[in-house]
Structure formats: structure tokens, C-alpha cells
């Protein structure tokens, strides 16, 4: 059972920092691109950022040059560096892979995480 879980989320004040982490585990056979995507009180969810199997990298423009996204070297761990965050910012950050399982050895399949809470306050 593929399992994606982020983590790192909280309270931070206007220009602050933080750094979400989403992990994947199970049983999966290869990952292919990564993103995070937010959704904020009354809003759709929307992408924040992607990062390819690549490495290669795309951002919103409403993030670009505040977030960093990245991955580890097993490409199995995905990591959004936020730096001088604005209270637009606070929403539930979701992670999302698209992953091939034994069970559907050629097909790639879009895997989320239950999401973690960035709340940007004074």
C-alpha cells in the first residue's frame, strides 16, 4: 500500500520559513514527478510547485523565488523550502506523486498525501 505522508507544517510569522517533507513508502516500483499543491480557506486546490524525475522544476507564479521545491537523491522524498511567507499563503499543503505499482506494472498512477497545515500569522 502506497502511502504518502508530508509533515513540517505550522504556525509562522509574516517572512518566516519553513520546509514541508513528504515521504513516500510501500510498495511501489518507480516514481516518476512530484508537486505540492495548496488549498486555502474558500479556494480550489491549486499547484504550487512540481519537480520532475529530472529534476527539472516549475513554480506558480505567486511562489516563484519564495519556494524551493526539491528531492532527495532515492527520489522518493520531496521537499518545499518556504521562505518569506505572507498570511496568502496559509492553506493545507498537499503532496502528490505519480507512481507505478507491482499491481499495474505499466501504468502510472496519481498518489496524494492527506496534506499538512501552513498557517502565516502575526
Known amino acids: 500500500q502506497v502511502q504518502l505522508v508530508e509533515s513540517g507544517g505550522g504556525l509562522v510569522q509574516p517572512g518566516g520559513s519553513l520546509t514541508l517533507s513528504c515521504a513516500v513508502s510501500?510498495?511501489?516500483?518507480?516514481?516518476?514527478?512530484m508537486g505540492w499543491y495548496r488549498q486555502g480557506p474558500g479556494n480550489q486546490r491549486e499547484l504550487v510547485a512540481q519537480?520532475?524525475?529530472?529534476?527539472?522544476?516549475n513554480y506558480s507564479d505567486s511562489v516563484k523565488g519564495r519556494f524551493t521545491i526539491s528531492r532527495n537523491n532515492a527520489k522518493d522524498t520531496v521537499f518545499l523550502q518556504m521562505s518569506n511567507l505572507e498570511p496568502e499563503d496559509r492553506a493545507v499543503y498537499h503532496c502528490?506523486?505519480?507512481?507505478?505499482?507491482?499491481?499495474?506494472?505499466?501504468?502510472?498512477?496519481?498518489?496524494w498525501g492527506q496534506g499538512t497545515q501552513v498557517t502565516v500569522s502575526s
Open positions: 519537480i520532475t524525475i529530472s529534476d527539472d522544476t
Open positions: 502528490k506523486a505519480m507512481i507505478i505499482t507491482p499491481r499495474a506494472p505499466g501504468l502510472w498512477r496519481e498518489y
Open positions: 510501500g510498495g511501489y516500483l518507480r516514481i516518476g514527478d
